[in-house]
């Protein structure tokens, strides 16, 4: 039976503390119990497969979710290694526009290298673009000179 008001502000603070240390210890259970079985519930699968048709305990469930998130952090998501890829090849070509800017190329040979970068980027993205997609951002002075009106010279 719990004690009333009345009798609780008779008891000591040390007696205090002894009737409320098993609730807040109960509390604390709690919260880790409902943290484990999330954990349980957000890695069902990963367990399945590692052991099916078995009743796992608390210590099961934390080490195989720690052994799971060790393995997440050794093989980086695939959406992580896109956005490297991107952000590394938009340094790429910003080196290589400065690079040329630096050595005078024409703005023709810039235009015609941006424009097949921009190719490439877009055909890595999605393999149904169209090879002139470049063409359709750019200024229509542009777009007169990006016509082949002669064949690229390549050094092969």
Known sequence: MAPNTLALEIL????????RKPMVEKLRRDRINSS?????VLLEKEFQRHQPNSKLEKADILEMTVSYLKYSQTFPSSQ???QDYSEGYSWCLKEALQFLSLHS???ETQTKLLCHFQRSQVAAKDS???ATSCFSHQAP???????PSSSLWRPW
């Open 12 to 19: 000591t603070p040390k007696e205090k503390n002894r009737l």
């Open 141 to 147: 002075a542009k777009q007169a000179v990006l016509k």
């Open 105 to 107: 190329a024409n703005m």
């Open 80 to 82: 992580h290694l896109q």
């Open 128 to 130: 149904n673009s169209s």
């Open 36 to 40: 484990i079985e999330q954990l349980k």
